[in-house]
T-cell receptor, first 114, second 112 residues
Framework: AQKVTQAQTEISVVEKEDVTLDCVYETRDTTYYLFWYKQPPSGELVFLIRRNSFDEQNEISGRYSWNFQKSTSSFNFTITASQVVDSAVYFCALSGNRDDKIIFGKGTRLHILP | DAGVTQSPTHLIKTRGQQVTLRCSPKSGHDTVSWYQQALGQGPQFIFQYYEEEERQRGNFPDRFSGHQFPNYSSELNVNALLLGDSALYLC???????????FGPGTRLTVL
């Protein structure tokens, strides 16, 4: 069975602090895809990143970075120098090789305090 | 280039009624997936349509049905509404052979 666990339900940090959102996944597929989505108060899910299971290189995009470690089945997301606009619910998600459905975690609600 | 659009934005129904939600995919996308997001939860996969056929289905009862039209737009129908069907319904589209799913703004359904 496939499963995504985001143990942090809610996090609050002061603006300009760095924050890491944890994600642990379970799958029996050897090929799979991992995602992060952002859901601001408006409700629309915004795609942030997709990684496939064969690409363990960490990725940086501006203030965002992702750390993929197959050995620990983790795909963590770090925001550097956080800003109030980063406040949202962040979802880690997984899809297997055999199908396209995306399995989402329960999300982490991030509050950036001014 | 318009993204994924959904209508209506909000909907209020009573128990036992039927509802139809609509989705237009992003330009160039041919696959549409539907998700249900209950309050405080992550989205849950309902089903996916490709070439006007239901290609995959999640763990939802037959009260949930869908359709895809030749222009790739899609509808989600829910019959015999229950209070527990109250949720944000999200539509996502993906390009040919693509894995990324791009989501629309959702339809918030309230069942009274």
């Amino acid at each position: 069975a496939q499963k995504v666990t985001q143990a942090q339900t809610e996090i609050s940090v002061v603006e300009k602090e760095d924050v890491t959102l944890d994600c642990v996944y379970e799958t029996r597929d050897t090929t799979y895809y991992l995602f992060w989505y952002k859901q601001p108060p408006s409700g629309e899910l915004v795609f942030l990143i997709r990684r496939n299971s064969f690409d363990e290189q960490n990725e940086i995009s501006g203030r965002y970075s992702w750390n993929f470690q197959k050995s620990t089945s983790s795909f963590n997301f770090t925001i550097t120098a956080s800003q109030v606009v980063d406040s949202a619910v962040y979802f880690c998600a997984l899809s297997g090789n055999r199908d396209d459905k995306i399995i989402f975690g329960k999300g982490t609600r991030l509050h950036i305090l001014p | 280039d318009a993204g994924v659009t959904q209508s209506p934005t909000h909907l209020i129904k009573t128990r036992g009624q039927q509802v139809t939600l609509r989705c237009s995919p992003k330009s160039g996308h041919d696959t549409v997936s539907w998700y249900q997001q209950a309050l405080g939860q992550g989205p849950q996969f309902i089903f996916q349509y490709y070439e006007e056929e239901e290609r995959q289905r999640g763990n939802f009862p037959d009260r949930f049905s869908g359709h895809q039209f030749p222009n790739y737009s899609s509808e989600l129908n829910v019959n015999a509404l229950l209070l527990g069907d109250s949720a944000l319904y999200l539509c996502a589209s993906s390009p040919p052979l693509g894995r990324e799913q791009f989501f629309g703004p959702g339809t918030r359904l309230t069942v009274l």
